[in-house]
């Protein structure tokens, strides 16, 4: 799952009072705008005509009903359909979705370093909570397995000493 960033100002009276329903359709919009043109007109999937089944697959209503919510959408300018023989092509006027690599959701811009405005670097690291860690105490901690394999291994090279004492004491009496 990812997020998308939806204007505040959608969530003013008007539009609820003229998108209804439909806002659901615009939301799908807004998620598959791809590309903004020059003239600030988000491509809902890059330009590529759209089936009304496209939508009711995710939002679970009709083609009926999405073609009504989409004509809606039209009337009120939120978007503009161009038909095309396979589809139709929707753009979002006033598109102002971010295309940023690994985008922060939240909007958190976190600090670190020297970058933390008006923070004096401390000595001390920041006391973060008190929940217990849970980390070993012991920074080598080895599991049961790789225990046993270390024995093995202890055992095999005991092994080996043995046999390289017997071949040199036969190479001696030879």
Not at 20 to 25: Q, S, T, Y
Not at 26 to 37: E, G, H, S
Request: proline share 5%.
């Amino acid at each position: 799952m990812y997020y998308f960033i939806v204007s505040k100002g959608l969530l003013d009276a008007k539009h609820r009072r003229r998108m209804g329903v439909a806002v659901w359709e615009f939301l799908w919009c807004l998620d598959r705008v791809t590309k903004i043109n020059a003239d600030g007109l988000g491509l809902v999937l890059g330009g590529k005509p759209v089936n009304l089944c496209d939508f009711t697959g995710s939002l679970g209503t009709s083609e009926v009903t999405v073609s009504r919510n989409l004509q809606k959408l039209a009337r009120w300018n939120y978007l503009t359909l161009v038909h095309a023989p396979y589809g139709i092509v929707i753009q979002v006027p006033k598109a102002k979705k971010r295309f940023v690599k690994n985008a922060n959701p939240h909007g958190i811009h976190r600090f670190s370093g020297n970058d933390r405005p008006g923070f004096i670097k401390s000595a001390q690291p920041p006391f973060r909570n008190d929940k217990p860690d849970f980390r070993s105490d012991k920074p080598n901690k080895r599991s049961k397995d790789e225990n046993e394999d270390e024995k093995g291994l202890i055992a095999m090279n005991a092994l080996i000493e043995e046999r390289k004492l017997e071949i040199s004491r036969l190479v001696k009496s030879l």
